[in-house]
Structures are given as structure tokens and as C-alpha cells.
């Protein structure tokens, strides 16, 4: 009796252990945790279900940004009465700043507010901004009223109304800014990697799907919206622009039970600065070339990730950090802790070394923004001096970038289906990121040197002395196709590539700042193409010659230009490969801290 007690008593021991082990299994193993706080599960929590929310707020907001920004050197021409040079130079600034907000947005949501609530309140904030636009456009912009498309602009404006709209689209740019990088990689979070190797492989697909959201969500800005703001109804469209940014945040709200989290990991430039002191501190320390005798303990106190980096030979000096000195190793042996401003461990100072690593492949990927920047100005300045009528039919110049984002996802489609398969098949791994970021920088000097060659053909068919005629060349807008196309194709492999590259070589605890890299890049290619255009003009501006890009583009050389960037990405090209031959993808131990299971992230060959 009492061994039949027994055998049930372990049967029932054992069928619990048997359940406990299965509500262990379902757990994330990334160390994601639920709305509430607890181990995410698996079945529950994230996955495509919260990412197709992601998704479609994604989807909308762009539509909403997009509704502002494609439009924005029209508005600047007609309703503020500004010349080509000036609304161009103010596009790349404001639509440099709310790349720039990204850095902001990023290094809230990686120290102190997580993802999810830096999403929330940014979100709301351009929802707020997007609001006072619209109100200030339609009580105090458009007048006369009736005013501000083509044949009609509006008069004067006081330097009330002038600030107001500024504080609006900066208000805009801010809040969408601070959204963007940290949207991106909240969606990569739904996906449990380390766990699921069917995760994993979404996680990948997501950034591509993600960016396909992304453009889908300017096309109906960019055809429905772009027509009725070249037509002058702007209240219209940044209503409409409104009413989808509302959408959208409480699109993102709603998934709020379903969503993973990470939990913020504390101020990086502090960690930051501690290697950096640590490593000055002790710069006369004498260290074995094996780094056998560095600190490799797990240290909370340094550094807040599960995983630990993998050491590397690089950057000697910012080793010294982790050398333990004898007076080190009294404080650990008297105190039980050590002084983290002249100890830190390896994986604080690999942390360290990660971004100083990505900070030139970065740098190269600004004069493609350079040359991105270009859709959103001088292409619809172009388009309009071209004939822009078919049938009868006006095509506003905006909604040319249509064909843009019809190849951004004929590309992604073509790409995913068929090139990589196949690339695939040739070599183990595929395309490595950073090949195919060079990839999208040859396919952007094509893109060039095919605006060059249209603008070539404009000007030859341009119409003489036309000084506010209809169509100032009788070349057809659809020339501009090729070059929309060619951009749209290089946004697939530099784009997307960014943004996997930049996340996934990120350390654990600046992941969020891997995707601000990527929107300061172009952040910073709208600045330089807005200093490209003062440049040029200043120098290229003559008493009887008006420069590249006047006011009236028929009198100027808007090929050259186009060309001078063509020689300047070809130059980037070359400086990038030899930086992609010199980058060192970075390597993660197990979370035990040992090396079995060390593997990289990302591809082993970095070549281009």
C-alpha cells in the first residue's frame, strides 16, 4: 500500500514537473517580458499578429508624414512665396530634423522609457502637431482665399502666421522623428530569434515588409493627397494626413495586451564614458597580446546585457578598461565590488568598439541620402518645368514619386522571390548586408547620371523667355521615370539593408540607437544636400549667368548638379568598399557566459 502511495505520489511529482516544464517552453528566451512585466509567452505575445499591427500603423503614419512632407516645396513656393533655391534648402533642413529627433527618440526609449511608451508619446505629439497645421492653413495661410496652387499663390503672411506653421511642421518633424527608430526595432522585438528559428527567419522578413509598409503608405499620400495639394486644397490634405495619424495611434494602442517588451537598459553614454575614462586612467598599463587578463566577469554594474560580446583585437587601447591592476584586485578582494570608472569588462568596452566600428560604414551611407533627398525637391522642381499634362490630365510633379514606391515593392518582391534564392544558391549565406548596401550605391549613381541625361533633353526642349507659361518644357514628366525607378531600386538593398545591418550589429542595449543610425543618415544627407545646394549656387552664380538651379530652372543647369552627384556617390562607393573590407561583424556568447554557442550576427564575409 504505502509503495502504491509512493509510486503515485512520484507519478504526480513527475506530471507536474512534465507541466512546469512545458509553461517553461513557451517562454520567450529572449528575455522579452509581457505588458505586465512577466516572461513573455510565446502563444500569446507578439509574433505576426502584433507585427502586422506594427505593420499597419507603420502604414498610416507614413501616410500622414508623407501627406506633409511630399508636397512641402509646393507649399513653400506658393503659399509662402518662396523662390526654388530657398524651399529646397528648407525641405532638406526640416526633413534633416526629424531624422535628427531620431537620435532623441532612440536614446529615451534604450534608457529610460522602453520602446513601446516612447512609441506612444511621440506618436501623440505628431498628431498634435499635424492638428495645428491644419488649423493654422486654413484660418490664417491660404489667403486670399481660394489661393495656393499653381496660377494663384498667396499673398503675404505676418511673422506670427510665418512661426506658427514652422512650429507645426517642427512640431511634426519631432514627433514622427522620435517615433521612427524606435518603431522599427519595437517590431523586431515581436520576434523571438534566439528561441525559434521559424522567429528568427521572420525577423528578418520583417524589415523588409517593413519597409515595403513604409512606402505603400506614402503612395496614397503621394497620388490621391499630392493631386489635391497641387490643386491647392492643402486644408484638405493635411486633414486627411490628420485623421491617419489618429488612426494609427490607436491602431498601436489597441495591440497593447499582444506587444513584447525589453526592458530600458540604462544611460549608454555613461557606459560609454566609463570605457573611455577607465581606458585613459590606466593608458601606461602593460597588457598580454592574448587579452588572457582581462575583466570577463558578468558585471551588472558595467555592462546590462544578457549576452556577452565576444572579445576582438581591435582598438587596443580601449582594452586597458578591462585590465584588472593590482589595486583592482584589492578593492574586489576588500570592498566585494570594484570602481566602475577605471574597471569595466569586456563587453562594455566590445560595446564600445561595436560603434565605433559602424560609425564609418554610417558615414558612407550619407551621401546616399544625399542623393535620396533628391525625390523630395529637385525632382518635383524638375517635373515641374516638364509637360505635365496628358490628355488633358494634370499630373501633379509630387505624385511622380509614385513610381518610386511601386519599385521599392516590385524590388522587395523581386528581391525575396527570386535574387535571393538565388544568390543563395551561389554562395552559402547570400548577400551580406553590407554588399548589399554597395549595391544600392552603384544603383543610386545610375540614378544620377539618368537625371542628368533627362534634364539634358528638357532643356533642349525647353520653351524660350517662358517665364509662368504652362509647360516650360514640352518634354514629357514621364522621363523622370527611369530615375524614380532606378531610386526606388537602390532604397531596396541600401534601405532595407541599413536597417538590418544597423540593428543586428547593434549591442543588446543600443538597439534602438541601430536604427537611429540609419534615420541620422539621412538626416544628414538632407543637411549636406542643403549646403550642396548653397555651394553650388554661390559659386556657380554669375552677373550674366544665374547659377545651376534658378529660380527659372530653363535658364539654369540642373544637369550639372545632377552629375556633380554622380561623381561625388561614385567617390563614396570606393571609400566604402575599402571600408566594408575593414568592419568586423560582432560575435555573442552563450548567456552562460562561455564560448560554446558563440555565433555571429550577421554574415562571416564582409567583402563588397
Not at 13 to 42: H, S
Not at 410 to 427: E, K, M, S, T, V
Not at 469 to 481: A, N, T
Request: glycine share 10%; proline share 4%; aromatic share 12%.
Amino acid at each position: 500500500m504505502a509503495m502504491a502511495c509512493l509510486n503515485v505520489c512520484k507519478g504526480d511529482q513527475e506530471y507536474v514537473e512534465e507541466k512546469n516544464q512545458k509553461i517553461k517552453e513557451v517562454c520567450t528566451l529572449d528575455g522579452t517580458t509581457d505588458w505586465y512585466g512577466r516572461p513573455a509567452v510565446r502563444g500569446r505575445t507578439g509574433t505576426w499578429v502584433a507585427a502586422t499591427l506594427i505593420l499597419v500603423n507603420q502604414g498610416l503614419a507614413t501616410l500622414a508624414f508623407f501627406g506633409v512632407g511630399v508636397n512641402l516645396v509646393l507649399m513653400l513656393t506658393r503659399v509662402l512665396g518662396q523662390d526654388n533655391a530657398e524651399a529646397a534648402n528648407n525641405v532638406s533642413k526640416w526633413t534633416g530634423t526629424v531624422y535628427l529627433f531620431s537620435l532623441l527618440g532612440a536614446f529615451l526609449s534604450d534608457s529610460y522609457w522602453g520602446r513601446y511608451k516612447t512609441c506612444a508619446i511621440f506618436q501623440l505629439i505628431f498628431v498634435i502637431g499635424l492638428s495645428l497645421l491644419s488649423l493654422s492653413t486654413y484660418i490664417f495661410l491660404l489667403k486670399p482665399k481660394g489661393c495656393g496652387d499653381k496660377n494663384s499663390p498667396c499673398g503675404d503672411h505676418s511673422a506670427f502666421v510665418i512661426g506658427l506653421f514652422y512650429i507645426s511642421i517642427y512640431l511634426i518633424a519631432l514627433g514622427n522623428g522620435g517615433y521612427q527608430p524606435n518603431i522599427a526595432t519595437f517590431g523586431a522585438d515581436q520576434f523571438d530569434d534566439q528561441g525559434d528559428p521559424k522567429e528568427g527567419q521572420s525577423k528578418i522578413a520583417f524589415f523588409s515588409y517593413f519597409y515595403l509598409a513604409l512606402n505603400l503608405g506614402s503612395l496614397f499620400s503621394n497620388t490621391i493627397l499630392g493631386y489635391f495639394e497641387d490643386k491647392g486644397m492643402w486644408t484638405l490634405g493635411f486633414w486627411a494626413s490628420t485623421g491617419s495619424a489618429a488612426t494609427a495611434l490607436v491602431l498601436f494602442l489597441c495591440g497593447t495586451p499582444r506587444y513584447r517588451h525589453f526592458k530600458p537598459q540604462g544611460n549608454p553614454l555613461s557606459r560609454f564614458c566609463r570605457v573611455m575614462v577607465a581606458a585613459t586612467r590606466k593608458w601606461k598599463v602593460e597588457m598580454t597580446p592574448s587579452g588572457e587578463d582581462l575583466y570577463v566577469e558578468d558585471g551588472k554594474e558595467c555592462s546590462p546585457n544578457d549576452r556577452n560580446i565576444v572579445h576582438t583585437h581591435g582598438f587596443k587601447f580601449l582594452d586597458r578598461a578591462a585590465v584588472i591592476t593590482s589595486k583592482e584586485m584589492n578593492d574586489m578582494d576588500n570592498k566585494g565590488a570594484h570602481n566602475p570608472w577605471r574597471l569595466c569588462t569586456v563587453t562594455q568596452v566590445e560595446e564600445v568598439k561595436c560603434i565605433l566600428r559602424l560609425l564609418p560604414i554610417w558615414l558612407c551611407t550619407i551621401l546616399y541620402s544625399v542623393v535620396f533627398t533628391q525625390m523630395a525637391s529637385l525632382f518635383v522642381e524638375q517635373g515641374a518645368a516638364m509637360k505635365t499634362t496628358v490628355s488633358g490630365f494634370h499630373i501633379p510633379p509630387a505624385s511622380m514619386s509614385s513610381f518610386d514606391i511601386l519599385s521599392v515593392a516590385a524590388f522587395i518582391f523581386i528581391y525575396r522571390r527570386f535574387l535571393d534564392p538565388l544568390f543563395g544558391r551561389l554562395r552559402k549565406k547570400g548577400l551580406t548586408e553590407l554588399q548589399r548596401m554597395g549595391i544600392g550605391l552603384v544603383i543610386a549613381i545610375m540614378a544620377m547620371v539618368s537625371a542628368g541625361v533627362v534634364e539634358l533633353f528638357r532643356l533642349k526642349y525647353a520653351v524660350k523667355e517662358c517665364n509662368n507659361c504652362e509647360s516650360p518644357s514640352s518634354l514629357s514628366i514621364f522621363w523622370q521615370v527611369p530615375q524614380y525607378v532606378l531610386v526606388g531600386a537602390s532604397e531596396v538593398f541600401m534601405y532595407v539593408g541599413q536597417l538590418e545591418f544597423f540593428n543586428g550589429q547593434a549591442p543588446d542595449g543600443l538597439k534602438s540607437f541601430g536604427s537611429a543610425l540609419c534615420m541620422t543618415s539621412i538626416s544628414l544627407g538632407n543637411y549636406v544636400s542643403s549646403l550642396l545646394v548653397t555651394i553650388v549656387m554661390k559659386v556657380s552664380t554669375r552677373d550674366e549667368m544665374p547659377g545651376w538651379i534658378p529660380g527659372n530652372l530653363n535658364k539654369g543647369h540642373l544637369d550639372r548638379f545632377y552629375f556633380l552627384l554622380a561623381a561625388l556617390t561614385t567617390a563614396d562607393l570606393l571609400v566604402y568598399i575599402l571600408c566594408a573590407k575593414w568592419y568586423k561583424y560582432i560575435k555573442f556568447e552563450g548567456k552562460g557566459g562561455n564560448n560554446n554557442g558563440v555565433h555571429d550576427i550577421g554574415q562571416p564575409d564582409p567583402g563588397v
